[in-house]
């Protein structure tokens, strides 16, 4: 690392505790992961500035305060196996899979998914497995899921995730419309009952229906 990249990671992590994290496991999964790994070659010099990025196919990787802000709201512990919906470039991914036992992570784009895996690989994220599918049918086959986190807002919470979301558990999830306003909902499952709270306003593309066509 130059005296610069180690500058800019340091005045990442002041940004994330500035802003509010406070969770010591979650702060420090965000200093492990190497954003510059998850972004654009081009963009590599700005990996650790506090903002979203575009990726392949029209897509984001989120903000680095959201990702740790979604991290900490979902109270991840290490037994937990975690559902993410919208693995883009992996990074959020990463993250998750410092603190869970295991990440299951649904992207609808395959060139987006078949390139985070082979990050992931590489990076050594082993406990991470990225499939190609509609995150609004979830992955049944390994539910229930202790913790699911969608990273892409959808006007309502899919009725599948609902299910596939174990007792007791949380899901984290921005709704709202594709240009209005978007709020970021924790949802916590008690005795089969959603309970929502609403966090912050945030930004997201859209979760859209089925598996992409195109690649
Ligand atoms: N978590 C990502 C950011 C994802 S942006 C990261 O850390 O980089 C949202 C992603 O959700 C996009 O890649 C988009 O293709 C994906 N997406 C949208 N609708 C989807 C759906 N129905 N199923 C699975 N993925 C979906």
């Known amino acids: ?28 999964a965000m200093d492990e992961v190497p954003r510059e790994h998850f972004v654009e070659a081009q963009h590599a010099g700005f990996a650790y500035a506090d903002q979203a990025m575009p990726i392949p196919c029209g897509q984001t990787i989120s903000q680095p305060f959201i990702v740790a802000y979604m991290t900490e709201q979902l109270q991840v512990r290490d037994n937990h196996r975690v559902l993410e919906v919208g693995t883009g470039s992996g990074y959020q991914a990463a993250v998750l899979s410092r603190l869970a036992r295991e990440v299951i992570s ?46 892409a807002a959808a006007e309502n919470v899919p009725q599948a995730l609902t299910e596939q979301l174990a007792e007791d558990g949380i899901m984290v999830i921005p709704l709202g419309p594709q240009e209005g306003h978007q709020e970021l909902a924790r ?19 859209p979760l859209l229906p089925g598996r992409a066509r195109e690649l």
């Open 187 to 205: 949802l916590t499952k008690t005795k089969g009952w959603l309970k929502r709270d609403n966090l912050i306003p945030v930004r997201f593309v």
């Open 106 to 151: 649904i992207e609808r784009y395959r060139t987006l998914a078949d390139a985070a895996r082979t990050r992931l690989k590489t990076l050594d994220y082993n406990n991470v497995d990225v499939v190609a599918g509609d995150g609004f049918a979830g992955e049944p086959s390994r539910a229930p899921y202790d913790r699911i986190i969608v990273t």
């Open 1 to 28: 690392m130059t005296g610069d990249e180690s500058v800019q990671r340091m005045e990442f992590m002041l940004t994330l505790r500035r802003r509010g994290i406070t969770d010591q496991a979650v702060l420090r």
